[in-house]
């Protein structure tokens, strides 16, 4: 193992210290060291958007980042959507509309959602098909999923 | 995937970057948004010693406007140039090519300085660094130097900068009338074929035009028969027309992959230029 630096990167609104190989995916760091697994990873190539966190307000895929480029960083996660037991939005519209299936792309959905919604909340049906573009599915067919965006959208 | 060991260090200036690149002994490699080098490295096929981030040098990274020309820090997202206000008004074009680059979250973490060091052969902002006639700013131990895009350029992923150099911006003299057209690669959105064109028109007349393809061979390159077809002519949608059926004639070692062969990638240079062109004459 090379040598570790250390690292303090606030995670879901809490402060996470650790150190880590400079060459720790920042994927591997909230799967493995902090036990989100809820962020996912699919390709591993920068393509699917599985493992989608945002990273100081802005969207990223956690597999194409060091950890060590987060450190001073603010990150959220899935699990950081919820609060005090309450779905947010997107999460009530991808079960209200079913936007599912085998769900191992939602998490990375619903982390681009929230980044399009940020920037957009009324988008149209096209763009929200653009903000989603960096993110695939192989269950859906991504019907459910717009319209799962669409619900959340109505909501806000 | 995981990439060989590397030492991490985030430089804390320009100068500092340039210090650590010189300190490294050709080990090592800066790094910007890594959405080009860290899918290199965990593919084991790029092995730096030494990993510097300069993503977070204030200096590097921002749009600003001075004496006409609009400068762009390195380090600037491709969201941040998308978005831009000031590019919106001032130059449209750069920020319609950023806004077709890759998808959000690729956009997020991107810089311009980064793509134009990668030069890949189906990146989008080469063809608008080109046609825009842009001056891309270096600077290294010996000091700053300015590179046209045309000298910049050189071959697949090589362009004109030394192992210790750093981009530090590009600068250019706005052009609103300007278009980037782009047929995207479906998963990737990597440019099967790109055109900007750039058009300087006066009372209805083409005095000069630009023009720059990328995507379809091994580095972005000027279509000049399209610009030479242009100048002088009224702006009219014959003109364009006649323009653009020349468009690639001259281009050699044209790209074949998966995704298009030579011969359709030669078809889609012809209707990207047209369409890029449409997209300029409605800016005029
Ligand atoms: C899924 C995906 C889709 C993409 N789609 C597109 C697309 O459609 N169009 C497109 O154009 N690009 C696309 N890209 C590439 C993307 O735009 C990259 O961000 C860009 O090519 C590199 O910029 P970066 O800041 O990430 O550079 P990095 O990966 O950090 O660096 C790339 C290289 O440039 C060097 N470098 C970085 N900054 C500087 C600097 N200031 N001075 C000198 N050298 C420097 C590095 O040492 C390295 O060698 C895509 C990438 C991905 C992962
Ligand atoms: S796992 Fe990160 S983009 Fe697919
Ligand atoms: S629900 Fe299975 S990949 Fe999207």
Redesign the interface.
């Known amino acids: 193992m090379?040598?570790t630096?250390p690292i303090s990167i606030t995670v879901n609104g809490k402060v996470r210290k650790a150190n880590v190989?400079?060459?720790l995916?920042l994927v591997h760091f909230l799967r493995e060291n902090l036990a989100l697994t809820g962020t996912h990873i699919g390709c591993?190539?920068?393509?699917c958007?599985a493992c989608?966190i945002q990273?100081d307000g802005?969207?990223?895929?956690s597999c194409?980042?060091?950890a060590?480029?987060a450190?001073g960083s603010e990150i959220m996660t899935i699990e950081g959507l919820a609060k005090d037991g309450e779905l947010h939005p997107l999460q009530e519209g991808f079960w209200e509309e079913h936007g599912l299936q085998c769900g191992y792309c939602t998490p990375g959905m619903i982390m681009?959602g929230v980044?399009?919604l940020a920037d957009n909340p009324h988008p149209t049906e096209a763009e929200i098909r653009k903000?989603i573009?960096?993110?695939?599915c192989r269950c859906t067919g991504y019907q459910h999923i717009v319209k799962s965006i669409q619900y959340a959208a109505n909501k806000g | 995937m995981i990439p060989t060991q590397f030492e991490y260090k985030r430089a804390s200036s320009l100068d500092d970057a340039i210090a650590l690149l010189q300190a490294s002994k050709g080990d090592g490699k800066l790094l910007a948004g890594g959405h080009s080098l860290v899918p290199l490295m965990k593919l084991r096929l790029s092995e730096p010693g030494v990993l510097i981030d300069i993503a977070r040098i204030p200096m590097l990274s921002g749009i600003s406007e001075k004496d006409g020309k609009v400068e762009v820090g390195a380090t600037t997202t491709h969201h941040a140039v998308a978005t831009s206000e000031l590019l919106q008004r001032l130059c449209p074009v750069l920020s319609d090519a950023a806004g077709e680059i890759g998808d959000p979250q690729v956009r997020n973490r991107g810089t311009l300085g980064g793509s134009l060091a990668h030069s890949d052969p189906a990146a989008d902002y080469p063809a608008v660094i080109l046609a825009l006639n842009a001056e891309v700013h270096l600077k290294g131990p010996g000091g700053w130097r300015a590179v046209k895009g045309d000298d910049f350029f050189q071959a697949m992923f090589t362009v004109d900068m030394a192992e210790d150099e750093v981009i530090v911006g590009v600068q250019v003299v706005p052009q609103k009338v300007a278009g980037y057209a782009k047929l995207h690669q479906k998963a990737s959105h990597y440019a099967i074929v790109g055109v900007c064109a750039v058009l300087d028109v006066a009372g209805g007349t083409i005095n000069s035009a630009r023009v720059a393809v990328t995507g379809a061979s091994s580095h972005a390159q000027r279509l000049t028969e399209v610009e030479n077809a242009l100048a002088g002519k009224p702006l009219n949608q014959a003109t364009i027309d006649a323009a653009a059926a020349l468009a690639g004639a001259t281009l050699e070692d044209v790209n074949a992959d998966i995704h298009a062969s030579a011969a359709y990638r030669k078809a889609m240079v012809k209707v990207f230029t047209r369409r890029a062109l449409e997209k300029a004459a409605s800016r005029a």
């Open positions: 090379s040598e630096l190989e400079p060459r995916l591993d190539t920068s393509q958007g989608t990273l802005r969207s990223a895929k194409t980042l060091f060590v480029q450190d681009s980044q399009l903000g573009d960096g993110n695939f």
